[in-house]
């Protein structure tokens, strides 16, 4: 049954595209008379051939609503005059359920010629049916990859099974560590200045955790940053191949639940029951430090007269690996859908997110980090916003990323570490990877039965 829907759905498609032909063909031409004296200036532009192109309809499926649309598509829009792009809105704000929802197009005669998709969506089985990859398109279009940060494009072709650059990263993803100014003070502590190492973090907690006129303050809080610190090894968690978990014999396991107890072993660290998150009391000015994005200054601080207080560091590191950090990584992908018609205008608003007019729109709005090698963008991140003015800006791209698996394992999202449940309970590290891998093993396997 499953292997019949799927050819279904690829037969859906490959009709609606014959069918989308014949109407493109007749709406082109009108177009293309309006945008005659426009096509010598936009052969100039990087990422385009010196072909003459159609004027074409785009559709992008879009997660994030109208108003980003807005913000990062329409500026793509209106710099190339012979493409119009028209948002399909995944309605989820996500991009979960993706698969889904491309059978919920096709079956509508719908064609999403471009998508955004997350990372354990990029290297789903079925999703990658519909993935164009980008290397040709970027000879035919002189296209310059090496202007992309080279690290981004290492870890997408990573998590390819071939190895192909099947998408253009949505942004720079990085962490850093915020601290509140106001609580060093209350506990006479010197600010931090410069990278540091996971062990002298924890003990810089140490003096940072207890209580000050009735209330109690915590040094180090870092569940909201999921699985960072084990991030920074750059391993599997599973057998890229087979789905096996492999957690039992990494000492990186080991290595990281033992650094996560030793935060939270802290006396009067542990988390107390009505605790906002590690965001929330970081917030609310009872914890020192916390691990997050950079964006967060944006959209969780919020206002200068809070962000007054907070400024942020590199995230600590490994002290046996301390000249790296995490692999470089971008949450969300930009493909093109090999079922599209319209592929290498597609490939055009691909390159024009990476021009540099597009990405210092993003990047001095502190939307994303730049997705490019060029360090001047990378400095403006955040620019035009109050909240960032004199922070640190530099601590999130002071340590180089480190290298990605050479296959990273489809089946990693499967692994969840569960670290409230850890920090919370009497057991210990060697039970807890037990009953961790037993967890992914069996959705592992449910997961393969509904491929």
């Not at 998508?115 to 993935?131: A, K, P, R, W």
């Not at 080991?254 to 030793?262: D, I, K, R, T």
């Not at 692994?415 to 009953?435: G, L, P, Y």
Request: with cysteine; net charge negative.
């Amino acid at each position: 049954m499953k292997v019949a829907r799927k050819l279904a759905v690829l037969l859906l498609v490959l009709a609606i595209t014959l069918l989308g032909a014949c109407s493109n063909d007749k709406s082109s031409t009108n177009k293309a008379d309006n945008n005659d004296t426009n096509k010598n200036a936009e052969n100039e532009n990087e990422g385009t051939s010196n072909e003459e192109t159609e004027p074409v309809a785009l559709k992008f499926l879009f997660p994030w609503g109208d108003e980003l649309f807005n913000d990062r598509i329409v500026p793509i829009d209106e710099k190339l005059s012979d493409v119009t792009i028209e948002l399909i809105n995944n309605d989820t704000g996500s991009t979960e359920g993706i698969r889904e929802k491309i059978e919920d197009l096709s079956a509508n005669n719908i064609i999403p010629d471009i998508m955004i998709l997350g990372s354990n969506e990029l290297m789903d089985d079925y999703v990658q049916e519909f993935l164009e990859p980008l290397d040709e398109y970027a000879t035919k279009h002189n296209f310059d990859l090496d202007k992309l940060n080279p690290a981004l494009l290492d870890t997408i072709r990573s998590m390819d099974k071939e190895g192909r650059l099947v998408s253009f990263p949505n942004s720079n993803d990085a962490t850093v560590l915020y601290y509140n100014k106001d609580i060093f003070d209350k506990f006479g502590i010197e600010y931090p200045n410069g990278k540091m190492t996971w062990d002298e973090t924890i003990e810089l907690a140490k003096s940072l955790t207890g209580e000050r006129d009735g209330i109690t303050y915590r040094g180090l809080d870092i569940r909201d940053a999921g699985n960072f610190p084990l991030d920074q090894r750059g391993i599997n968690l599973t057998d890229p191949d087979t789905g096996e978990v492999t957690i039992a014999n990494e000492p990186a396991v080991q290595q990281y639940l033992n650094l996560v107890e030793n935060i939270y072993k802290i006396p009067g660290n542990l988390p107390p029951e009505d605790s906002g998150g590690a965001l929330g009391d970081f917030l609310n000015g009872t914890v020192a430090m916390t691990l997050y994005s950079p964006q967060f200054m944006r959209w969780g601080v919020g206002t200068p007269e809070k962000a007054e207080s907070i400024d942020f560091l590199p995230a600590p590191v490994w002290s046996d690996q301390s000249d790296v950090t995490e692999p470089a990584k971008s949450y969300y992908h930009w493909v093109i859908n090999k079922y599209s018609e319209n592929k290498d205008a597609a490939f055009k608003v691909l390159a024009e997110y990476t021009s540099q007019d597009i990405q210092e729109l993003i990047t001095n709005a502190g939307q994303e980090m730049t997705i490019l090698a060029d360090d001047s963008i990378k400095g403006q991140f955040g620019s035009e916003l109050d909240v960032y003015e004199g922070k640190n800006i530099q601590a999130i791209f002071e340590i180089p990323s480190g290298t990605p698996p050479e296959k990273i394992s489809k089946y990693n999202q499967y692994v969840k570490f569960e670290i409230n449940e850890f920090i919370n309970s009497n057991k210990d590290v060697n039970q807890h990877i037990r009953e961790v891998a037993e967890k992914a093993e069996i959705e592992i396997k449910n997961a393969s039965g509904n491929n």
